[in-house]
């Protein structure tokens, strides 16, 4: 199958820069979540909704509570899939999106959530949940300003990516850099490129990582920009069609180096869950 992914790629190869654009690097001109081996196919690369207009019409309703407590913006869920949360600002752009775990799925043999700042506890439609949240813009402008449509139209799905590491929305968001070029400041390392996704980057990557330190969340750079990023949480959790479950040789070819702890926790708990997140209206024609 990868094989069919890297001749489908070469096929289209013609029209890279057209996808692409001029020197900023890929446009942010879409929202599509989950990576699958065939592009074509209608459960991988799933375009998401970037307005609430177009949420209501694809079967999103808003959770009640927006902009208050430990998340910003108006959240929308779909039905009780609660692997795919979207966030709009106050004039109903898209401003971020979270991923949930029902905690009756997970136990302190799998990991240590309470530890990871990443995870948030709440109730989501009756479901109690560990959650994860990334912003699209800067966290402060999403209850307050906002973007209308021109906004969205000129700058894309966001300006930025903003990972919320504790219960503070704003002071507690860390901003990834936009450039691949600004990674060698920060504590990101880089792992492998595969095509249809992007150049991988985990956070604080080491070989002595503890496995229940492991950051959740990972970038994916493509011609230097970022172009997307995912969820990366320890444990096999089948709740929702949103998720992957990538084998253990998947995980051992994307770190760099692979933590000494990684194979054996892999074991223990029975697997990863992770999900692919694009900016991008191509996502599966990403080339490394």
Not at 15 to 23: A, I, N, R, T, V
Request: charged share 20%; net charge positive.
């Amino acid at each position: 199958m990868k094989c069919f992914i890297v001749l489908w790629l070469t096929c289209i190869g013609s029209s890279y820069s057209f996808l692409f654009g001029g020197g900023s690097g890929p446009e942010w001109d879409s929202l599509k979540v989950t990576w699958g081996p065939n592009p074509l196919s209608r459960e991988y690369f799933v375009k998401q909704p970037r307005t609430t207009a177009e949420a209501k019409k694809n079967g999103f309703e808003p959770i009640a509570g927006q902009c208050e407590g430990k998340f910003l913006g108006q959240r929308y869920i779909k039905g009780k899939d609660v692997g795919v949360i979207l966030i709009f600002d106050k004039q109903g752009t898209i401003a971020g999106v979270q991923m949930a775990i029902p905690t009756s799925m997970i136990t302190e043999k799998t990991f240590k959530f309470l530890s990871q700042r990443m995870f948030n506890r709440d109730n989501i439609v009756g479901i109690d949940v560990y959650i994860l949240t990334a912003y699209f813009v800067d966290p402060s402008t999403i209850c307050t300003s906002g973007r209308d449509a021109t906004g969205l139209k000129n700058e894309g799905t966001g300006t930025g990516l903003w990972l919320q590491n504790g219960t503070n929305p704003i002071s507690d968001s860390v901003q990834a850099p936009l450039y691949e070029s600004g990674v060698s400041a920060t504590k990101w390392t880089k792992g492998a490129c595969f095509p249809s996704m992007g150049v991988h980057y985990w956070y604080d990557n080491r070989l002595e990582k503890d496995c229940d330190d492991f950051f959740p969340s990972f970038l994916m750079y493509n011609k230097g920009k970022l172009t997307g990023f995912g969820w990366a949480a320890v444990g096999k959790y089948e709740y929702t069609k949103r998720t992957e479950f990538p084998p253990y040789s998947a995980i051992k070819s994307f770190l760099n180096p692979v933590p000494t702890c990684m194979e054996q926790r892999y074991k223990d708990v029975g697997g990863f869950t992770t999900m692919h997140i694009y900016f991008n209206t191509a996502a599966w024609n990403l080339l490394c």
